[in-house]
């Protein structure tokens, strides 16, 4: 029994990189190679020195020069080497080169697997940090189909050598994490940080392909990737598939739409449709340069306590459904979201929503964590000629319309608005369905959950749709619900 002293709490032991890497090298049947461009061989050296590794590696190799690693994986049509498209070539060429050269009639038991990565490290003048593409193909048993873990990282450290070491141990972690966590996905991604600061390094995109993870959805591990703190935002395409936000983001025009989506309803298609023909109509912006994204925060999943991955899922799938990209995020203020965006691009971008949301972008205490208040924060979200599109809101008792002329902020902030409504950072949306203001998504989301009916008119007629025929934010038709009483 292990000794324990008065006072122990409890606390997990999370095995040194020394000892992952022992592990894996004293497995007889684990058994691959080693690719990695960019940062030096950083994790396959863990291994070297962890001792017994030549029953783990099967080769090592860094094709550095540009005309071998084409000559080797072949050319990119964009002409780059820090790309997921590379990686997956890299991963597929050694795989390959493994099944041939390794005969399985002599060695059946083995669990071939290739590691890779291509990375850019800091430059020599420190303006650009870097960032990578690291992944493994991998089988957990003899002869099955492969699995790949492919992850993107950005580094946050500011000295190349620092840099390296931590992709050396992020590597580890993820090789051991594939063949020791991989019947928990969640707590692999968890265990991607072990001996790792989240200042170091920063995983952005993640995606789990093969047999071992037939039912991993990779949108959950993208909401796990914000809601661990490894991110700060993630986004995923109209097919379900996580991509790069950087890949989605470059060099485009971005219009924003914030809110719940729980569900998307005829009002937001309404405010996405107008707000786009008002942002294509400004100059230099070009419809096949641009783009929107839903986004969605992560204090909206939490509104209700911990987050309900279903229900996330939920809004999701009717995102998707309706071609959108989306993007969730860890930004509460809106200024942090045009920040974001001004990383990836230096084009137009706009805010689309309603007049409450807008009220709330001039309240002080949002703020109250800036040196410079509001007029930071301001600085910040309208920097880039930044424009609001501001949907009207209707009082179902006065039946009056609220818009940027008659909304109201507070005293203080009065001057303020005026100087951004008058120098036309304030647009309205004026061509908009006055049928659909009586719709809002919270009432809407009850009567779908008590089984009412008359909630399918205020969405999209796909939308409500789905919802009926996958039981989307607990949706039960009469007959289940009578059913259910009786």
């Not at 936000?245 to 009002?267: C, D, E, H, I, Q």
């Not at 999943?301 to 009717?318: T, V, W």
């Amino acid at each position: 029994m292990p000794i324990t002293i008065m006072g122990d709490k409890e606390f997990e032991n999370v095995p040194s990189i020394k000892s992952k890497a022992l592990r894996i090298n004293l497995n007889e049947n684990i058994y691959g190679t080693f690719s990695e461009i960019g940062a030096g061989q950083e994790t396959v050296r863990n291994f070297f020195r962890a001792g017994g590794a030549s029953g783990t590696i099967a080769k090592t190799m860094s094709a550095y020069d540009k005309d071998f690693s084409d000559a080797i994986y072949g050319v990119e049509s964009d002409k780059r080497y820090v790309t997921e498209a590379r990686l997956k070539k890299m991963l597929s060429h050694e795989m390959r080169l493994i099944e041939e050269r390794i005969d399985r009639k002599k060695h059946p038991n083995k669990l071939f697997f290739s590691y890779a990565n291509t990375v850019a490290t800091i430059d020599f003048t420190k303006k650009y940090k870097g960032h990578g593409w690291v992944g493994i193909r991998y089988q957990v048993k003899p002869g099955e189909e492969y699995n790949d873990i492919i992850l993107h990282v950005r580094f946050h450290e500011n000295d190349a050598r620092l840099q390296q070491n931590t992709l050396g141990i992020l590597g580890v972690n993820l090789i051991y994490g594939a063949y020791y966590k991989f019947d928990n996905p969640k707590n692999l991604l968890r265990y991607l940080y072990d001996h790792i600061d989240k200042d170091q390094i920063e995983i952005d995109t993640i995606n789990f392909s093969g047999p071992q993870f037939e039912e991993v959805d990779n949108r959950l591990m993208s909401l796990q990737l914000v809601k661990n703190g490894m991110t700060e935002a993630v986004m995923f395409a109209p097919d379900g598939n996580n991509v790069l936000p950087a890949k989605v983001l470059y060099k485009k025009n971005v219009l924003a739409l914030r809110g719940s989506f729980r569900p998307v309803t005829k009002v937001n298609m309404d405010i996405y449709k107008n707000s786009m023909k008002l942002f294509l109509n400004e100059n230099r912006v070009e419809e096949k340069n641009t783009i929107c994204i839903f986004e969605i925060t992560l204090s909206n999943l939490r509104s209700e306590g911990e987050i309900n991955e279903k229900d996330f899922m939920d809004r999701a799938k009717l995102l998707c459904a309706q071609g959108q990209t989306v993007m969730i995020s860890n930004f509460q203020e809106y200024y942090k979201v045009v920040e974001y965006f001004s990383n990836y691009t230096k084009q137009r971008m706009g805010l689309a929503m309603g007049v409450n949301n807008l009220i709330d972008i001039f309240d002080e205490k949002y703020y109250r964590h800036l040196s410079g208040g509001i007029l930071e924060a301001f600085g910040k979200l309208f920097f880039k000629d930044l424009k609001v599109y501001l949907y009207p809101f209707k009082d179902r008792k006065t039946g009056e319309i609220t818009d940027s002329d008659n909304l109201k902020v507070h005293p203080r902030m009065k001057e303020l608005y005026k100087f951004f409504k008058y120098n036309g950072k304030v647009v309205d949306i004026k061509d908009y369905d006055k049928s659909i203001l009586n719709f809002f998504s919270r009432e809407i989301l009850q009567m779908i959950s008590e089984g009412k009916s008359g909630w399918e008119e205020a969405l999209p007629e796909d939308t409500a749709k789905m919802i009926k025929e996958q039981n989307l934010f607990g949706y039960k038709d009469k007959k289940e619900k009578e059913k259910a009483e009786s």
